[in-house]
């Protein structure tokens, strides 16, 4: 996302609610896989903890889907803000939500102030939730470990710090904790070795956004 438990029905595992209870999240008609999604539709993206405290809010416009998953763009000067902090963004991204896996990634152009080129948030509990004709909400949990490209730096694992805060803090499923860090490695491979979607694919899909 933008930075400047219990197994139960076919619809997968559930994860700690908006009030960090250990119920299903309960959002009416939400999904793994969005519904009747149009290209330029709004999506708004909401964040939260594992703990249900609000995280990031970032609008930003439906592109479409590949074998990926599904792609939306954040342009420049988007307000975006999460309880405390708020700006206003200063470069464009594209959001790639996955069909599968406990991630999200969003891939940045060169105007990003901090060079910071692909950011990975390992979350958990995607939904896609429609809440009026042409606008949708995108929830996820975000679990504080993220892999990150900059062109400065490379390609490392950060916030490992926050998360072993919030393993004990928050009460992680030790289960969800090791797969969530071995996903991070997997991740931090596949950004370094540029294997798809991180080996250019977000391009076409910027290019789509600004049209």
């Avoid at 928050?170 to 979607?197: I, T």
Wanted: charged share 25%; proline share 6%; with cysteine.
């Amino acid at each position: 996302m933008r930075r400047e438990g219990r197994l139960k029905d076919q619809r997968g595992p559930a994860y700690p609610g908006m009030l960090g209870d250990q119920h299903e999240t309960g959002h009416p008609g939400a999904t793994r896989t969005p519904q009747g999604l149009e290209p330029g539709q709004l999506v708004v993206a909401r964040n939260r903890k594992w703990n249900g405290k609000a995280h990031w809010v970032v609008p930003g416009r439906y592109l479409g889907e590949d074998g990926h998953g599904w792609w939306i763009f954040q342009g420049t000067n988007e307000f975006c803000s999460r309880p405390g902090a708020a700006f206003y963004t200063r470069s464009d991204a594209v959001l790639l939500v996955p069909r599968h896996g406990d991630w999200v990634a969003t891939f940045y152009d060169d105007a990003h102030p901090g060079g910071v080129r692909t950011y990975i948030d390992l979350a958990v509990g995607h939904e896609w939730n429609p809440i009026r004709p042409h606008v949708t909400e995108f929830h996820v949990i975000d679990m504080d470990l993220d892999v990150v490209s900059t062109a400065g730096r490379g390609v490392f694992i950060d916030d490992e710090d926050e998360f072993e805060d919030h393993r004990a803090a928050m009460n992680y499923p030790a289960a969800l904790a090791e797969s969530l860090e071995a996903s991070a490695a997997e991740l931090f491979q596949a950004v370094k070795a540029q294997q798809a979607p991180f080996d250019g694919t977000d391009v076409g899909w910027f290019t789509k956004g600004r049209i």
